[in-house]
C-alpha cells in the first residue's frame, strides 16, 4: 500500500528541516541563516548585513517565521524569534498573526488541481514541523487560554489539508498530547515549591554551652571532598534543569525599555530563577555556619581547608556556581574575621581560587576558565567532561548589561534583531549546559544533609564568630555587645 502523500511530506519534511531539539550547534555568524524568504520591494524589510539579519519590523520578522511552499525558516532563527518576539508581542497575538498568514497562504494553494493539493500537504508539514519546535521549546506559552485557542485554530485549518487519511490529525493529535504534558510536568514542579529553610537565629545555647559533641557537621556525613563537590553538581544540574529560556528572557521583559508593551505588566516573576538563585545563598551560608559553629580552633582550622579542596574540586569538575557560593561563603565577615583560624590555614589553594574568581576586569581569569570548560564540553565524549555550570549571577548580569547597552528598537522604528541575536546565543549556551546528565549517582544522605541541615542567619553567625574568636579592635567589641543586648532583651 502507497504511503500517505501528506504522511510522506512530513516525513521529507524531518529529514530536510531543523528538528527538535533545537540546540544542536552553536550560534555564529550564520545564525541568522541563508535561505531568505522573497520580500519582493520590501527587501529593506528586514535587513540583512554580510547575509545575517540584523533589524526588520515585527511584521516582517513574524512574516520571515512562517514556512512557505519554497522557504522553512532555519533553527536558530525559529528559537531567536520566538525567544524575543514576547518582548514585542504576547504568544497568543503572535499566534493570531502566524494564523492569518497560513489562511492566506492556504487560500492561494486551493485551486483544486492534483499538482496544488501535493503542495498544500507539502505546505501543512511544514507549519506542523513550526508548531512542533515551538511547542517542544516553548510549551508555556500555550499556558493560557487564548495560547490554546489559536493553536487549535491553525491545527483545524492544517487538518482540512488531508481530510481524506487524517495523517496531519494524528500528528497534531500527538503534538497537542506532548505539549499538554510538557505544561502538567511543570505546574507539578511550581506546585511542589521548595520550603525556604528558616536560619536559626535563636542562639542563646551557643551563649551559654558548647554544642553537643553529638552534634552532626559536614565531615561527619561526607570527609571526602571530591564526593561532596560531585553532589553539589548533582543539585545544581537538578536545579538548572528547571529553567527555560522564557524565564531567562523574563529578565528583558521585566525592564522599562523604549517599547513600553502592555505585555509587561503581567508577566509574572519566575520562581525557578529565585529558587536557583536562593540555593546559591543557602549554599554560602551553610558553608560559613559550618565553620563558624565549631568551637575548638584545630577543627575549625580543617574545616575551612576541608571547604578550600571541595571548591578546587568543584572547579575541576567545571562547577563554577558552587565553586563561589563557597568561597563566597568563607569571605563573609564572621568567617574572614578568625584571624587565629587563617594564620593555620595553608591558603595556598584558596589563594590560586580567590584568583580565578577575581572581578577585576569583568572577572576576566574567570570568564577564561568558563571558556575552557565550554570547549573541553564540546568536544567531550562523557558527560563528565561536558559540566558546564556558569555562576548564575555573573550570567544573569551579562544578560541583563547587554539588554541595557542595546535598544529594543533601532531609530527607524525596527526591531534590534542584532541584539537578540547575542541574548539568543547566551541563552543557547547555558540551555546546551543545562541539558548534560549528571554522571554522578546520588547520595540522598549527603544531598539531605545539604538541603537540609541548619544555617545561621547573619546575626547568628557573628554571634558564633564572636565566640569562637573574640572582638579584637573596638568596633567588633561594640558590635558584640549589642548583639549579646539584643540577645538577652529577646530572651
Known sequence: MAEPLCKAAVKKCKETMPQTPIFSSMLGSSCSGQVQPDMGERCVDPVYQDGNLVSGSLEALIERLVPTMDYYPDRTYI??????????????????????????????????????????????????????????????????????????????????????????????SQMTQNLLMALSARSQFQEIREKFRQPVTDKGTILKTKPQSTQKDILSVCCDPLILAQQLTYIELERV???????????????????????????????????????????????????????????????????????????????????????????????????????????????????????????????????????????????????????????????????????????????????????SRQIHDFLTWKQVECPFEKDKKIQTYLLTAPIYSEEALFIASFESEGPENHMEKDSWKTLRTTLLNRA
Not at 273 to 285: I, K, R, T, V
Not at 359 to 365: A, E, T, V
Not at 371 to 393: C, D, H, L, M, W
Request: charged share 25%; aromatic share 10%.
Open 241 to 423: 534543569s528547571n529553567i527555560y529560556p522564557e524565564d531567562l528572557m523574563q529578565i528583558v521583559s521585566h525592564m522599562d525599555s523604549l517599547d513600553n508593551h502592555k505585555c509587561r505588566s503581567d508577566v509574572t516573576k519566575t520562581y525557578n530563577l529565585e529558587a536557583y538563585d536562593n540555593w546559591f545563598n543557602c549554599l554560602s551560608m551553610l558553608v560559613a555556619t559550618e565553620i563558624c559553629r565549631i568551637v575548638k580552633k584545630k577543627q575549625r582550622t580543617r574545616m575551612v581547608e576541608f571547604f578550600i579542596d571541595v571548591a578546587r574540586e568543584c572547579f575541576n569538575i567545571g562547577n563554577f556556581n558552587s565553586m563561589m557560593a563557597i568561597i563566597s561563603g568563607m569571605n563573609l565577615s564572621p568567617v574572614a574575621r578568625l584571624k587565629k583560624t587563617w594564620s593555620k590555614v595553608k591558603t595556598a589553594k584558596f589563594d590560586v581560587l580567590e584568583h580565578h574568581m577575581d572581578p577585576s576586569s569583568n572577572f576576566c581569569n574567570y570568564r577564561t576558565a568558563l571558556q575552557g570548560a565550554a570547549q573541553r564540553s564540546q568536544t567531550a565524549n562523557s558527560n563528565r567532561e561536558k559540566i558546564v555550570i556558569p555562576v548564575f549571577n555573573l550570567f544573569i548580569k551579562d544578560i541583563y548589561f547587554l539588554h541595557k547597552i542595546h535598544t529594543n528598537r533601532l531609530p527607524n522604528g525596527q526591531i534590534n534583531f542584532k541584539k537578540f541575536w547575542e541574548i
Open 79 to 172: 528559537f531567536t524569534f520566538l525567544l524575543s518576539s514576547r518582548v514585542f508581542i504576547h504568544p497568543h497575538e503572535l499566534l493570531a498573526k502566524v494564523g492569518q498568514i497560513c489562511i492566506k497562504q492556504k487560500q492561494q494553494l486551493e485551486t483544486g488541481t492534483e499538482a496544488e493539493k501535493a503542495k498544500l500537504k507539502s505546505f501543512a508539514a511544514k507549519i506542523i514541523q513550526l508548531l512542533k519546535e515551538w511547542t517542544e521549546t516553548f510549551p508555556y506559552d500555550f499556558q493560557d487560554e487564548k495560547s490554546m485557542k489559536e493553536l487549535k485554530e491553525i491545527a483545524h485549518r492544517i487538518t482540512q489539508c488531508d481530510e481524506e487519511n487524517g495523517t496531519v490529525k494524528k500528528i497534531i
